[in-house]
């Protein structure tokens, strides 16, 4: 058993605690494998095949238990490393579950710091990653805000256990992809674009994601343009007197 003495700012936060006691198990487990077990690339191929089946089972198993966020304030909230689980939110089970309904158009109104962005770009990556020619666009108000959700991607690919890695390769490696996007070897592809309503005529996409729907000019535009061409569309937003706003009140 791991044993540590946490931070002031840790032993504060009952949260913290929690992200802190479940990082500690998942180490106790990578150690209990490391030792016992031979490595990934040593694995029968039965073997392998059954690990990789057990974490793609639902977005939320992969999700919470075999990839892992970036913490841009790792330091100041007392760990040790700036990769982390997802934390153990109420409401993060729910919010896959709709997203993995059958409904084509979710809406999503979320405030700062819920990860709802994250949650997203990881039920996405998890659709692209699972099934072969999958192609998703991320879009945001701007472009570089749009490439930021393939840098979850990226992180969220990279952090899998090897398994993983090889079961689902990429056609180079992942730091090699040209600021915002990411390409399966079996021809799924992740794509980021700034806001405008042309922008997406150039795919056509299963999946849709619009974030911060609320403050793209052309947010309806682009909407239309998605509601045409995808299977699955997100808009999530934080509050702002918008297109969006008016969407939302019209159909709730």
Known sequence: MFQVEPS??????????AMAM???AQREEELLIATNQPAATELDTE?????????????????????????????????????????????LPLMLDILSS????????????????????????????KRPRT???FQSQEEGKANQLIDYAKQLWRSQPKYLRDAYPLTKDVDDFAVGEMVYA?????FAIAGG??????????????????????AGG?????????????????????????????AY
């Open 135 to 137: 192609q998703c666009v």
């Open 8 to 17: 002031p700012v840790v032993a504060g936060n009952p949260l913290l605690q």
């Open 197 to 218: 309503k042309d922008k997406l005529r150039s795919f056509h996409p299963w999946g849709y994601l619009s974030d911060e729907t609320g403050f793209q000019a052309e």
């Open 222 to 250: 682009s909407y239309a343009n998605a509601l045409a061409a995808c299977n699955k569309i997100v808009l999530n937003s934080t509050a702002n007197a918008s297109w969006y706003a008016d969407f939302r009140a019209d």
């Open 102 to 129: 059958p409904e084509k158009v979710i809406c999503i109104e979320k405030s700062r710091d819920m990860m709802a962005s994250w949650i997203c770009v990881g039920f996405f990556v998890f659709m692209a990653q």
């Open 22 to 24: 479940r990082r500690l």
């Open 47 to 91: 073997h392998q095949e059954s690990l990789v089946r057990a974490a793609m089972a639902a977005p939320g198993a992969w999700l919470l238990n075999h990839t892992r966020t970036f913490n841009e304030h790792w330091a100041d909230e007392g760990f040790s490393s700036p990769e982390e689980p997802f934390p153990p939110f109420d409401y």
């Open 186 to 190: 079996h021809g799924s592809e992740l």
